[in-house]
């Protein structure tokens, strides 16, 4: 049989186990606590880059869409100033048309008049050449 003395260590060998397991206890649960919070941490920053990441491909598909509206306003404003460089050489030939010569012009002063109205033609050509808008606002 067990004396009392036995019984006694024994007893308080148990607290003490039971003193460890519940402070071994009490760890757990703290450790479980900042476990449920760092998961909790985690599904917000993964909910937080979802949303980012939705975010910048709408922004991502707006600016293309931004874009390529832009190319197309820059084409057809490229396009009206061609019209207005073909309106300019077109202005400039009927003033040429409609413009008389001097009365009694000589054949040299005729000539020259020739060589500087078919100069100014070049000019006017040259300033007013139309402009190629694809090779100017190509897609890059």
């Known amino acids: 049989m067990v004396d009392s003395a036995e019984m006694a260590t024994l007893a308080n060998r148990a607290v003490a ?9 009490a760890s757990i649960v703290r450790q479980q606590a900042r476990s449920k919070r760092t998961l909790r941490w985690l ?25 390529a509206q832009i190319h197309r306003t820059q084409l057809s404003a490229c396009a009206i100033g061609n019209e207005f460089r073909a309106g300019q050489i077109r202005l400039w030939d009927h003033v040429i048309a409609v413009s008389s010569p001097p ?5 040299a002063e005729r000539k020259a ?11 006017v050509a040259a300033h007013f050449k139309p402009v190629n808008c694809k090779s100017l606002y190509s897609s890059r």
């Open 43 to 67: 599904f917000a920053s993964v909910a937080v880059d979802l949303a980012l990441s939705v975010a910048m491909v709408t922004l991502a598909v707006a600016q293309a869409h931004v874009s």
């Open 103 to 107: 009365p009694r012009e000589t054949p």
């Open 17 to 25: 186990i039971a003193e460890q397991v519940a402070g071994t206890q």
């Open 113 to 123: 008049r020739l060589a500087k109205l078919a100069a100014f033609r070049a000019y």
